[in-house]
Nanobody
């Protein structure tokens, strides 16, 4: 089991930036891929970004390409999501997730999930 705690969400105006962090604890000695998903009110959870244990980045969701960047710092057991040029349609609860092994997936097939952090973008 890996415990995940997201932080960094909040309210921002359109065009602004936020950086989300996800700190992992517990079984952090094992290799695991990590991803970010989001879920807007009334919508299904959707893929945003993912990164392998050794730093290879899965192609971003089309809706965030060129604006969002995923990264990880294994020494700190933390994954980040830098979000720039935010749009109102980015408003959602953002979840980080961990998956045992090296390779992430764009589907919500992960072993552990964080509690989520709310991102609200005003127009």
């Amino acid at each position: 089991q890996v415990q995940l705690v997201e932080s960094g969400g909040g309210l921002v105006q359109a065009g602004g930036s936020l950086r989300l962090s996800c700190a992992a604890s517990g079984r952090t000695g094992s290799t695991y891929a990590m991803g970010w998903f989001r879920q807007a009110l009334g919508k299904e959870r959707e893929f945003v970004a993912a990164i392998s244990w050794n730093g290879y980045i899965t192609p971003y969701a089309d809706s965030v390409k060129g604006r969002f960047t995923i990264s990880r710092d294994n020494a700190k057991n933390t994954v980040y999501l830098q979000m720039n040029s935010l749009k109102p349609e980015d408003t959602a609860v953002y979840y980080c997730a961990a998956r045992t092994g090296m390779v992430p997936t764009t589907t919500p097939n992960y072993d552990d999930w964080g509690q989520g952090t709310q991102v609200t973008v005003s127009s």
